[in-house]
């Protein structure tokens, strides 16, 4: 996976970030963060190493101190110009020495304060997609420590955007649009699964996209596979077909699922898009300051339940989207993390008919002072295709 | 990332991976074996998941027991497609359950084996880019047992090859030195470095590559830096240029570097070379079945700190390569690993002048009974493009 550090973000926008997160990580009861490459250390240094590799690169961020990158040598030339770069202290270290004893010593941990009760010693968090191998070899090298996962202990540090990124999600969501109008327009019958989903995927490069994650196409009852990969099926008449598809623009996500219908839809498939729509709009509408995650789940499932088909909704409502496509806050039975202005995520309530069709209706939505803005505008009623 | 799985493999290949690595855990004191998305588990069976995601995917492997799938249930038809399913039994999770307590209670860790002395409880092998995330799910879920990455525990799970595999990685190469012969005949002076790696990556695409992993070209001072990410630098006659490519082509990896000149080189630019050529094959000289690691990197490092260059060869000799283009083993001052016969990995020693140039050269070599075979075979001595 490749990043690109988003454009309009300079050195004191990342201090500010890094700032911000040492104090949170403070107030959750944490002694620091270490920070892995990915989206973390995109959102917070705009740092994308080539590859992730078996070398540790880290960053050291603690209340009260310098924010430091460890990174090796052979890496550092490209670290130290990354666009957060001049707020960050580089160690480099070669091949051969110790990383994990380099990262301890630079965290001190007599220094830092106790972790909550119960924990042995001072408590860390650490990013979710960090290498077993590398918290296992930060574990031994500091054995006085316990750690949690960010997405446990500050699964809220990405959700709310500020109006730059709020700006680039939003082009982002008019950049999917624009790329679902003009797939309704390409022929769906007669060619393969792939076939169009490579026409998405260019269609997501021309809109600006410059890393696309997904396009599914999921025809007939490849659609009932809400992960269905794309495939060799050829697309018939008379298939609904399950179009998701999303990647980063600028270094913003974008994720939006429409169910066409090539030619014309039964009667039973009209109502399940119908249905799927409601469910959609009523999601949608539990969205405002203050709701819990939960209540968007409960008000599209609920809709999707009473009509008597709850059991063919098998997935969650909605997941988070930000510098990735696919984070906290979850829309989720049991979140009661309350959705606050700037958070941006998706409602995606669908039906899944096993062997038959399946029906999804995915928009990005932001959480607003009053209420929810959706960043998806494009036609949620069912269209045909040819 | 995404890979493909090998084609020529089958659900008994599969099988027979399974059950060795099992018995290898065995042999290495280990209860178990965790295998998370990525290369591990695509050797291991096949599968490659669409997406690395917070949704726990585990193969669980225990000594004498079947071998059992951890998989998101969206995911599970997909998984269920995969190559080596039909000598996996899947388990499935839904959103909003505990896939850590499923693995746990898979594990049944109180009848497993204990571990080694000063160990608490069983020890169990995890894959190293397994998400420390799931990790701390597994340490909560299991707190009796400890945890050791693959490449500590089994660092040589996948290093050595079979027929099959061999036959792959010397297409792979023979394919990256097709690519080789053909960037030589386009310009480079005048054009930036990221229009001659786009020429680059298309050759690896024609010749067969699936997935292009680097297509590094470091014209002039950039050379010095031996992981330069391409940049807009236009690169100019008298140059000298490092190509450093490579990919995977059928599930098994290429990873070529040479060192070409704009125009006529100086003296020292052809000196250095020679150097560099000398030291790459004196580190081939050194492979043989029950060298170790170390002695490959030492013959190459000692020509090039004899001839005063010491200080400018700022990295291991090699890596291993297989399913992946950089895995265990390590040509490295310390690794005593002995070569084994279908071992695969590169021979690549460099100098590094800051600021002036860099010079590196690289072939994948594999040990055979006698001694070691490239698998890179186009021309290593220096030669000059437009």
Request: hydrophobic fraction near 40%; glycine fraction near 10%; aromatic fraction near 6%.
């Amino acid at each position: 996976m490749t990043g690109t550090a988003p454009a309009p973000f300079t050195a004191d926008d990342y201090r500010t970030r890094m700032d911000r997160a040492a104090r949170q990580a403070a107030g959750a009861g944490l002694a620091g963060l270490l920070v892995a490459p990915g989206p973390d250390l995109v959102w917070l240094t705009g740092y994308t190493p080539t590859a992730a590799t078996e070398r540790l690169t880290l960053l050291v961020l603690a209340p009260g101190r310098e924010p430091v990158l460890v990174v090796p040598t052979l890496e550092a030339p490209d670290a130290e110009r990354a666009p957060g770069a001049p707020a960050i202290t580089l160690r480099d270290w070669t091949d051969g020495r110790d990383p994990y004893a380099l990262t301890a010593a630079l965290l001190d941990t007599d220094g830092l304060p106790p972790g909550p009760p119960g924990a042995p010693g001072a408590l860390l968090g650490i990013s979710d997609n960090a290498w077993a191998m590398h918290l296992l070899g930060l574990q031994k090298a500091l054995p006085g420590t316990s750690y949690a996962s960010l997405t446990e202990a500050l699964p809220m540090l990405r959700a709310v955007k500020d109006t730059a990124e709020l700006e680039l999600m939003a082009a982002a969501g008019a950049a999917a649009d624009a790329a679902f109008e003009e797939i309704r327009k390409v022929p769906f019958a007669g060619r393969r699964e792939t076939d169009v989903a490579a026409d998405l995927a260019a269609l997501l490069r021309r809109t600006g996209h410059s890393q696309v994650d997904f396009t599914i196409v999921a025809s007939g009852p490849n659609g009932a596979n809400p992960h269905h990969e794309n495939g060799d099926r050829v697309i018939e008449r008379g298939d609904m077909v399950v179009l998701d598809f999303g990647g980063l623009k600028d270094g913003y996500g974008s994720d939006t699922s429409r169910t066409v219908h090539v030619g014309e839809p039964t009667d039973e498939e009209r109502r399940v898009h119908d249905l799927v729509r409601e469910a959609q709009e009523a999601g949608f509408r539990a969205v405002r300051p203050g709701a819990a995650c939960q209540d968007v789940d409960r008000a599209a499932r609920a809709v999707i339940t009473d009509a008597g088909y709850g059991e063919y909704f098998i997935h969650r409502t909605g997941h988070g989207i930000g510098v990735t496509t696919h984070e906290p806050p979850y829309m989720i039975e049991g979140e009661e993390q309350p959705l606050v202005p700037g958070m941006c995520f998706s409602v995606e309530p669908g039906v899944y008919l096993p062997g038959r069709f399946g029906v999804r209706i995915e928009d990005i939505v932001t959480v607003t002072e009053d209420g929810g803005r959706r960043l998806n505008n494009t036609v949620r009623e069912m269209v045909t295709v040819d």
